[in-house]
Nanobody, 124 residues
């Protein structure tokens, strides 16, 4: 059974940090690119960051570039999203997803497997 399980969300003040984790199982993790997406109430799902399977290259949306860092540990089948300098507009449910693509994509329809999400709330 394929599973992606997010953890690490919570409530933090503006300027603070959180580290999200995405633990994967049930598929060949090394072959999949992993992305982080977020969705705030009343808004569309937004691609935040991704890390490729092939060479570990990364990509960030403009809204988080310089503040968030994605990394993957293939030995642990886990991807992390370190979020620093958090802003109230970062408040959303954060999802990780897996895509069988060679590169790195922030397009949600490219992704085959999804986690259930973890809530991140940033207070002002």
């Amino acid at each position: 059974e394929v599973q992606l399980v997010e953890s690490g969300g919570g409530l933090v003040q503006a300027g603070g940090s959180l580290r999200l984790s995405c633990a994967a199982s049930g598929f060949t993790f090394d072959d999949y690119g992993i992305g982080w997406f977020r969705q705030a109430p009343g808004k569309e799902r937004e691609g935040v960051s991704c890390v490729s399977s092939s060479d570990g290259s990364t990509f960030y949306s403009e809204s988080v570039k310089g503040r968030f860092t994605i990394s993957r540990d293939n030995a642990k089948n886990t991807v992390y999203l370190q979020m620093n300098s958090l802003k109230p507009e970062d408040t959303a449910v954060y999802y990780c997803a897996a895509a069988l693509v060679s590169g790195c994509s922030l397009v949600y329809i490219d992704y085959e497997y999804w986690g259930q999400g973890t809530q991140v709330t940033v207070s002002s």
